[in-house]
């Protein structure tokens, strides 16, 4: 039985950036001020905002807590995003796109990529994109919402955002103040624990002041103060299946249209992701130490930028992985103290956004039952792992000549993943958990776009003569190219409903 007399009084937030003020704006909204929560943050330490790259759920997100989408495109100098383009992630030459959204409209009780197979194996090389709505706005950097009617082929892309991720945490910080959150400024040099129960008690910073709550969330960041500094949790270290251990990045001056999309381009020893923002361009190179130098990385990036660069290089050095408990004692950790995962798939803010809705879904008393934490637990080990495996077959199905990915390729790779693989080659069965972030829509994408083509596909494709897929599958194309032009331009798009100020 719930017992209101122990409810939590107080909740500390140890670190600001996006992960920080994302879970003093959600817990603000969700507790009111009936909690008192408590952001402590240090000026002297910088936070990693590069340019962030979304995926759909952060709409949610931002819908939860009531913020208009219009103005958080204009505050955080933001763009949209219909999906990512890869180049050169397959052989050296290739090109694809991971949309959001669907493929096309079933016309059939057989799935349209089974038809498509069974084309392909006939002759037709019409690549596996064209039957992408978000693919049709995007080649020609198109954007607007979806239309609400499911009937209409219009409605069968989806979008998320680019944005500054400063400008973010900056516009939470405000939202969550505005709702009672108390940010306090200052180092944590030390960190006390309950010499009973080994929960957390307080944390002290440099100047003396204690920082005390009944429950603790750590955003401090790769070095986790609490989580492995405090508690010592440890750390599942996964770089033998995502080997890439640095970044450099760089933002450059914005030329052309800004594209409603991210790009990533594979290089010799890496890859480089590429966000377009409304008043620049977010840039970096994600690369493996082992196989080129910081300077070389540092080249590489600067010669592929689009425009004059904004900055000098910033250099970034991780661990992909993750803790080996998210939650211990009475701490949740969120965004990078939690774990760390390329942002090949823009993963990062999903991570911190279903970390803080598992937490609120979780919500602990000052008893602390462990059956929450368990719970926690292993929910977010299995999103993790998921996600892991999805950014895995990106490095294994690869036929580039370089040594890095030649090792890529050869690695193993874990026991569901290589499940997942086995049905798909043999005859196109997705057999991907329905509850898991990326649809059987992205596993397409993957493997068609890097060429992991099945020796099968379902009979019933064959067994249903009754169904036209061959005419079907043209009338999707022509039904998408003309849709595709009724949509504005994404440069109007932005221009008509969400202009950002320009930055003094």
Known sequence: MTNPARALRSIAIIGGGSAGWMAAAALANAVGQ???????????????????????????????????????????????????EFVGWGAPTSRYFHPFGSYGADF???????????????????????????????????????????????????????FDAGLYARWLRTYAEARGVVRQEGKIVDVARDANSGNLTHATLADGREVAADFFVDCSGFVGLLIEGALQTGYDDWTHWLPCDRAVAMPCANTGPITPYTRSTAHAAGWQWRIPLQ?????????????????????????????TPLGDPRFLRFKTGRRKRAWNHNCVSLGLAAGFMEPLEST????????????????????HDPLLAEEYNRATAAEYERIRDFLILHYVANTRPEPFWQACAAMS????????????????????????????????????????????????ADVRTQVDAAAQLQNLRALMRAAAATFPTHDDYLARYCRAPALV
């Not at 999903?350 to 609120?360: E, N, S, V, W």
């Open 108 to 162: 059939d009780r057989v799935a349209l990529h089974h038809y498509w197979l069974r084309a392909r194996q006939a002759g037709d090389l019409t690549p596996f994109d064209d039957y992408s709505m978000a693919w049709a706005l995007a080649r020609e950097n198109r954007f607007g919402p979806p239309d609400p009617n499911p009937r209409m082929v219009h409605s069968t892309h989806n979008y998320a955002y680019h």
């Open 34 to 84: 009936n909690i008192a929560i408590t952001v402590v943050e240090s000026d002297e330490i910088g936070t990693i905002g590069v340019g962030e790259a979304t995926i759909p759920p952060i709409k949610t997100f931002n819908a939860q807590l009531g913020i208009s989408e219009v103005d958080f495109i204009k505050a955080t100098q933001g763009s949209f995003k219909l999906g990512i």
């Open 413 to 460: 790779i874990p026991d569901e993943l290589a499940y997942k693989i086995k049905h798909f080659m043999a005859n196109a069965r997705l057999v991907s958990p329905q509850d898991e972030l990326f649809r059987n829509p992205s596993w397409l994408a993957v493997y068609f776009g890097q060429n992991l083509l099945p020796r099968g596909y379902d009979v019933l």
């Open 348 to 367: 990062s803010l999903h991570l911190i956004q279903m970390g803080i809705d598992r937490l609120l879904l979780l919500l602990p008393d000052r008893d």
């Open 279 to 307: 008043h620049r361009q977010g840039n970096g190179h994600v690369y493996c130490a082992a196989y080129i130098s910081d300077d070389e990385a540092a080249a590489t990036l600067m010669q592929n930028l689009d425009g």
